[in-house]
């Protein structure tokens, strides 16, 4: 048996939760995300971590039958609440229902709405000459609110109020506030995407802004303060560009997570599904000979970060190091491999400023011919082109296998449920590999075209792995203009800005009202 925690997301992303309620995201298994929950803390799960979202067609009980399901599977279960998780929560049922199942629960509070949404807006709640008593209300059933009492009250926060803001400023009116008590309506409240609009109760019944996000509204004199506070209210966080978005990182078993922290450091929920396991080639013969006969050779031609490891690692059990290659001039493909060959103490001769390997043949240095150039390599697969080029330009080159590439046996059952279940929006691939084995692995799994369909956008890192994407997908909707995990990151970027309507974070408000004396 797992464990349930109902935990309240507080306001303004990982700022606004307590250190408990990071800790226990940080350990989830499995999470169901309420609508109203700021995308950015998917950055916070690990990367395995079931995800559920409840859909229009969904019912509370559904979500809870989830809960219960992962919870007698063993999983810490999380139910990420917006605000607080027992301020109009609905928390009871839940309660309820896991007591009768006998799942374990614990409940962590969060910075409520009521409370935050205000604060953002430069809003106090309570003054002593303007407000002594505010009350907090929900817009889900207005005809059960007591309005007179109501407008005894010095304010108001009614929350998901924003889509009925009209009637309920004329409801108020009618029971007997002035047509002049300041009201605010603050969307997005604590996210890049707030926006605020001040002005009266009568001027809200003419407003017509679009409810682009929910909202609440506050309703009292205390609202005339908000200038004097907004100075100090901490400057909104900017939008994190990916945030809300689940990225799928098709790797090799072991892979540094240098690609996934690129990506949560941009927003992103990252999942990662291994598509390639690396191995030790057939045979270390040929690798060893060529090493044994360095001296023999011109140039080392790497073209991958597994060929440099792999070499590497057979001169050292030969006794040797970086120093055996002084009479050898050596070439790389990327950054990355550059990077990697670096920590051996080795700088290369040749890189060509494109990183893809038929960029050498452009910048390799003449004469060509004659020259001896050993190769280490994947075993099956790999640059073809470059080998061809060289060849057809009177070079010798000696291809040894230095470690093979492998499809691993079955895929990520986890990444396997949050395909089906829609959840992931974009694949990413970083060589024409990952491609092959990730449509291997999914048919395997027995699903379809249905995993990569729009609206989930397939990217790839350049035009090989590019070209692999549109014989495995029939299509390719982002391709990195600079080949590097970094570029691949910008590119998706760019891609979900042009797909994307940004909001601007509004400090100020559409109507000013005036400030009244104290």
């Not at 909202?215 to 908000?226: A, D, F, K, N, S």
């Not at 792999?310 to 059990?317: D, G, T, Y």
């Not at 002084?326 to 670096?342: E, I, N, P, R, Y």
Request: aromatic letters at 6%; one cysteine or more.
């Amino acid at each position: 048996m797992g464990k349930v925690y109902l935990v309240g997301a507080g306001l303004g992303g990982r700022a606004g939760l307590t250190q408990g309620a990071l800790e226990i995201l940080q350990r989830a298994e499995a999470v169901w995300i309420d609508e109203l929950v700021d995308e950015r803390l998917l950055a916070e799960l690990p990367s395995q971590a079931q995800v559920w979202r409840r859909s229009g067609e969904a019912s509370l009980q559904q979500g809870i039958l989830w809960l219960i399901q992962r919870c007698r599977e063993g999983k810490q279960v999380v139910h990420l609440k917006s605000g607080d998780p027992l301020i109009f929560g609905r928390a009871r049922e839940e309660i309820q229902a896991l007591r009768e199942a006998g799942c374990p629960f614990e409940i962590w509070p969060g910075l409520s709405s009521a409370l935050a949404g205000p604060l953002w807006a430069g809003i106090p709640l309570t003054d002593k000459h303007l407000s002594r008593v505010f009350a907090v209300l929900t817009a889900h059933d207005l005809e059960a609110l007591p309005w007179s009492a109501l407008a005894q009250l010095d304010t108001l926060v009614i929350l998901m109020g924003s889509r009925q803001r009209q009637h309920i400023g004329a409801r108020l009116m009618e029971s007997g506030i002035p047509a002049d008590r300041p009201v605010a309506v603050i969307w997005g409240a604590g996210q890049a995407e707030q926006q605020v609009w001040v002005g009266t109760l009568a001027e809200l019944q003419q407003e017509a802004g679009q409810a682009k996000l929910p909202g609440l509204l506050v309703v009292g004199e205390v609202i005339r303060l908000r200038q004097d506070f907004l100075p100090g209210i901490p400057p909104l966080p900017p939008p994190a560009p990916l945030a809300g978005k689940t990225v799928l990182v098709t790797r090799s078993e072991g892979q540094s997570p240098a690609f996934r922290e690129l990506l949560q450091a941009q927003g992103a929920r990252v999942l990662e599904m291994p598509t390639l396991v690396i191995q030790p080639p057939t045979s270390w013969d040929p690798l060893d000979t060529a090493i044994a006969n360095l001296e023999q050779f011109d140039w080392l031609l790497l073209t991958s970060a597994n060929g440099v490891q792999a070499f590497f690692e057979r001169l050292q059990r030969q006794g040797r190091d970086s120093r055996a290659l002084h009479s050898l001039q050596v070439a790389v493909v990327g950054s990355k491999t550059a990077s990697v060959l670096a920590q051996y103490g080795i700088h290369p001769d040749l890189m060509p400023q494109e990183f893809v390997a038929e960029a050498l043949l452009q910048v390799w240095p003449e004469p060509i011919s004659g020259q001896r150039i050993l190769f280490p390599r994947v075993e099956s697969g790999g640059r073809e082109e470059v080998v061809q080029g060289l060849r057809q330009r009177g070079a010798e080159v000696v291809e040894v296998a230095a470690y093979q590439s492998a499809c691993p046996a079955t895929a990520d059952p986890q990444v396997v449920e949050a395909l089906k279940a829609r959840q992931v929006d974009i694949l990413t691939f970083a060589s024409s590999k990952t491609v092959q084995h990730f449509a291997h692995l999914i048919r395997q799994a027995g699903l379809g075209p249905e995993v990569w369909d729009p609206p989930v956008q397939i990217a790839a890192i350049g035009p090989k792995t590019a070209e692999t994407c549109k014989a495995a997908f029939g299509r390719v909707d982002i391709e990195a203009q600079e080949y590097t995990l970094e570029g691949l990151v910008e590119a998706l970027i760019q891609a979900t800005n042009r797909f994307t309507q940004p909001f601007q974070a509004v400090r100020g408000s559409s109507s000013q009202h005036p400030r009244a004396p104290l």
